[in-house]
């Protein structure tokens, strides 16, 4: 029986968590020491002390006996619970070894079922048809060595590009994160200069997220003022762009022509000056055509309402008369596609100070509206107050109408003065002032050309000249030319001063101040009273010889010639032909003409000679 291998079916005792609790080990300290009431401190420390000296106590007799007692009990206990685990055991192993009986059975039941079938249980037979499950026998497969290296190898590999992968993804995106600094810096950099450049930077109305920058006039036309409102955006580099919206045509500029026959003979500059490296210069251009546009607007108003001025509008181009053979015309041009002619600053010089006369005219037109907007406003009226035409159009057509008033008359006079000197005749012809010249100051304006508070005064007066003429017998004529296209005066008007030396003259009984409408009422009356008055310088010249005037009206002498013979004639005319004299001698009629387009020369017989040699003498 020694020899024989001894097996325990018992299980390991399990954990008891009874025996850790507090109250298990508060009643298992009673049952060995007694009350807490006999446990003192003192009895405490001689115990310890005790055991450090290997004096061990021993332990009474009744606790003896109630471990004996809790040992039987104890050992019970744990062996039901031995028994029962056994049979738990015994029962999985049943378990195990039937299910494992079906499968072989189920197994063979492809091969021999006959066989199969007595070994296969009640329930498989009912649930799983014979035949259902089969095996095959197969060469199992050991991993070589090398591929579980390289697996590891390729582990270690998708984990360093995982990390490789995520180290670029912060380095690019600190690096587009100091890209995206630097265009902020850039961008805010330029909005700050702009700021202290004076332009007036603020949100938009319309997206308070976006910056805006307004260029445009606030008197503007509404369409006009609204347009000057940009947004500032940020391009690719960082650099601010002018966000102008779909309204945005392009640079314009407004060109100013002298068109003849066709023939451009000159035009005033299109193209800015400078370039578009700063902002400040892109929002001056873009001020400028902003401010170019809304003038050709203001412009095709008010044409439509001065067809009486021959202004006309052909197609894109504002039309008006300049001088006799050619014209102005104004337009509308893109600077990007406009191509200049090449024509010299001399030529122009004219379309440029009426390019430049229009823009100072809207400046003013913008004061004005300004000027209107401080004051109370009118009361409140169920009739809509149409917006007025400014005037643009009228201070140019009123200058250049009394620049050729003005020309005309002095080449009249110029005329006039030819044909009167060749026949040994005064004639001076003098402009003592004209509102053209801004240096001379006239109406009390400043003399200093420079500002535009002078220029603009001055385009906007009326204008006057005044010109002195000295006749032959020191009579004296002053012309005043009045040009104005406001009211009361529509046009140019002409005023005549005559000063007379002569009192029993003619002359000295007309009107000393004459008005005159129109340049051929005062081209007649200018040659009648320079015909009497030349007839009254002969006179006086030939007083003795027997000569007289019969009407004082009339630029005619008469004398006796002897009781049968008729009375000889001298009568003297002036037309646009020059100089005529006409007489009756002795029954024989002739005349002399001395033309206005001729000048004196040797030889030419002067009014007295020319009488001389017709009647022999200056007198009977």
Same mark, same amino acid.
């Given at each position: 029986?020694?020899?024989?291998?001894?097996? !325990? &079916?018992?299980a390991?005792?399990?954990?008891?968590?009874t025996?850790?609790?507090l109250?298990?080990?508060?009643?298992?300290?009673n049952?060995?020491?007694?009350s807490?009431?006999?446990?003192?401190?003192a009895?405490l420390e001689?115990?310890?002390?005790a055991?450090?000296?290997?004096e061990?106590?021993?332990p /009474?007799?009744?606790?003896?006996a109630?471990q004996d007692?809790?040992?039987d009990?104890?050992k019970?206990?744990?062996?039901?619970?031995a028994?029962?685990?056994i049979?738990?055991?015994?029962?999985?192993?049943?378990n195990?070894?039937s299910?494992?009986?079906?499968?072989? !059975?189920?197994?063979l039941?492809?091969h021999?079922p006959?066989?199969?079938?007595?070994?296969?249980?009640?329930?498989?037979?009912?649930?799983?048809?014979f035949g259902?499950?089969?095996?095959?026998?197969?060469?199992?497969t050991?991993?070589a060595?090398?591929?579980?290296?390289?697996?590891?190898?390729?582990?270690?590999?998708?984990?360093?590009?995982s990390l490789?992968r995520?180290?670029?993804?912060?380095?690019?995106?600190?690096?587009?994160?100091?890209?995206?600094?630097?265009?902020e810096?850039?961008y805010w950099?330029?909005?700050?200069?702009?700021?202290?450049?004076?332009? *007036?930077v603020?949100r938009?109305?319309?997206?308070?997220q976006?910056?805006?920058?307004?260029?445009?006039?606030?008197?503007?036309?509404?369409?006009f003022?609204?347009?000057?409102l940009?947004?500032?955006?940020?391009?690719?580099?960082?650099?601010?762009?002018?966000?102008?919206g779909q309204?945005?045509?392009?640079?314009?500029r407004?060109?100013?022509?002298?068109v003849?026959?066709?023939?451009?003979?000159?035009?005033?500059?299109?193209?800015s000056?400078?370039?578009?490296?700063?902002?400040?210069?892109?929002?001056?251009?873009?001020?400028?055509?902003l401010f170019?546009e809304e003038?050709? #607007?203001?412009?095709?108003?008010?044409?439509?309402?001065?067809?009486?001025?021959?202004?006309r509008?052909?197609? *894109?181009n504002?039309c008006?008369?300049?001088?006799?053979?050619?014209q102005?015309?104004?337009?509308l041009?893109?600077v990007?596609?406009e191509?200049?002619?090449?024509?010299s600053?001399?030529?122009s010089?004219?379309?440029?100070?009426?390019?430049?006369?229009?823009?100072?005219?809207?400046s #003013?037109a913008?004061?004005?509206?300004?000027?209107?907007?401080?004051q109370p406003? /009118? *009361?409140i009226?169920?009739? /809509?107050?149409?917006?007025?035409f400014?005037?643009?159009?009228?201070?140019?057509?009123?200058?250049?109408? #009394?620049?050729?008033?003005?020309?005309?008359?002095?080449?009249?006079?110029?005329?006039?003065?030819?044909?009167?000197?060749t026949a040994s005749?005064?004639?001076?012809?003098?402009?003592?002032?004209?509102?053209?010249d801004?240096?001379?100051g006239t109406?009390?304006?400043?003399?200093? /050309?420079?500002?535009a508070?002078?220029?603009?005064?001055?385009?906007?007066?009326?204008h006057h000249?005044?010109m002195? &003429?000295? &006749?032959?017998n020191?009579?004296t004529?002053?012309?005043?030319?009045?040009?104005?296209?406001?009211? *009361?005066?529509?046009?140019?008007?002409?005023?005549?001063?005559?000063?007379?030396?002569?009192p029993?003259?003619?002359?000295?009984?007309?009107?000393?101040?004459?008005q005159?409408?129109?340049?051929?009422? &005062?081209?007649?009356?200018?040659?009648?009273v320079?015909?009497?008055?030349?007839i009254?310088a002969?006179?006086?010249?030939a007083s003795?010889s027997?000569?007289t005037?019969?009407s004082?009206?009339?630029a005619?002498?008469?004398?006796?010639?002897g009781?049968?013979?008729p009375?000889d004639?001298?009568?003297?005319?002036?037309?646009?032909?020059?100089?005529?004299?006409?007489?009756?001698?002795?029954g024989k009629?002739g005349?002399?003409?001395?033309?206005s387009d !001729?000048?004196?020369?040797?030889g030419?017989?002067?009014l007295?000679?020319?009488v001389?040699?017709?009647?022999?003498?200056?007198g009977?």
């Amino acid at each position: 029986m020694a020899d024989q291998l001894a097996l !325990s &079916l018992r299980a390991w005792p399990p954990d008891d968590k009874t025996t850790e609790s507090l109250p298990y080990l508060i009643a298992r300290i009673n049952e060995q020491r007694g009350s807490f009431r006999n446990i003192t401190e003192a009895s405490l420390e001689e115990e310890i002390q005790a055991t450090k000296a290997g004096e061990e106590e021993d332990p /009474p007799a009744d606790n003896d006996a109630f471990q004996d007692s809790q040992d039987d009990k104890t050992k019970g206990d744990e062996l039901a619970v031995a028994r029962e685990d056994i049979i738990k055991r015994v029962a999985e192993a049943y378990n195990t070894s039937s299910q494992a009986l079906d499968l072989v !059975s189920l197994l063979l039941t492809s091969h021999t079922p006959k066989v199969a079938e007595a070994t296969v249980s009640p329930y498989v037979k009912q649930t799983i048809p014979f035949g259902s499950l089969g095996a095959e026998i197969m060469q199992a497969t050991k991993e070589a060595e090398p591929e579980e290296t390289s697996n590891d190898l390729v582990g270690l590999g998708w984990r360093m590009r995982s990390l490789t992968r995520s180290a670029t993804s912060l380095l690019t995106s600190a690096a587009r994160l100091e890209q995206e600094m630097e265009r902020e810096s850039t961008y805010w950099q330029q909005v700050l200069e702009v700021k202290e450049a004076g332009w *007036p930077v603020s949100r938009l109305p319309g997206d308070r997220q976006a910056l805006g920058v307004r260029f445009g006039f606030a008197e503007a036309h509404a369409e006009f003022r609204d347009r000057g409102l940009v947004a500032l955006r940020r391009d690719a580099d960082g650099n601010v762009e002018l966000d102008h919206g779909q309204r945005w045509r392009g640079e314009k500029r407004i060109r100013v022509r002298v068109v003849q026959d066709g023939r451009v003979l000159a035009e005033s500059p299109t193209r800015s000056m400078g370039d578009d490296k700063t902002l400040s210069q892109r929002l001056l251009r873009a001020r400028n055509s902003l401010f170019d546009e809304e003038l050709y #607007h203001e412009l095709s108003r008010e044409a439509r309402n001065l067809v009486s001025q021959a202004v006309r509008c052909v197609g *894109p181009n504002i039309c008006f008369p300049y001088d006799a053979d050619s014209q102005i015309e104004i337009s509308l041009v893109d600077v990007a596609m406009e191509e200049p002619l090449g024509v010299s600053s001399e030529d122009s010089t004219k379309p440029s100070a009426i390019a430049i006369s229009l823009r100072l005219l809207l400046s #003013h037109a913008h004061n004005q509206n300004l000027q209107r907007r401080l004051q109370p406003p /009118p *009361p409140i009226t169920d009739t /809509p107050t149409a917006r007025p035409f400014y005037s643009l159009l009228r201070p140019i057509l009123e200058i250049i109408q #009394h620049q050729s008033m003005r020309k005309t008359v002095q080449a009249e006079f110029d005329a006039l003065k030819l044909a009167l000197s060749t026949a040994s005749l005064s004639f001076t012809p003098e402009e003592t002032s004209s509102s053209l010249d801004l240096n001379r100051g006239t109406n009390g304006f400043p003399t200093d /050309p420079s500002t535009a508070k002078t220029l603009i005064n001055w385009l906007i007066q009326p204008h006057h000249s005044q010109m002195t &003429l000295s &006749l032959p017998n020191h009579t004296t004529l002053m012309l005043d030319i009045h040009t104005g296209f406001f009211p *009361p005066t529509f046009g140019t008007s002409f005023q005549l001063i005559t000063a007379s030396s002569a009192p029993e003259s003619a002359i000295a009984d007309m009107p000393q101040v004459m008005q005159f409408s129109t340049i051929e009422k &005062l081209r007649k009356h200018i040659w009648y009273v320079t015909s009497l008055d030349t007839i009254a310088a002969f006179q006086a010249t030939a007083s003795a010889s027997g000569w007289t005037q019969p009407s004082r009206y009339q630029a005619e002498l008469q004398r006796k010639n002897g009781a049968s013979r008729p009375r000889d004639r001298l009568s003297v005319n002036i037309d646009s032909d020059g100089l005529t004299a006409s007489w009756v001698c002795s029954g024989k009629t002739g005349s002399r003409v001395w033309k206005s387009d !001729s000048r004196a020369e040797d030889g030419v017989l002067s009014l007295v000679e020319v009488v001389k040699d017709q009647f022999g003498r200056v007198g009977g």
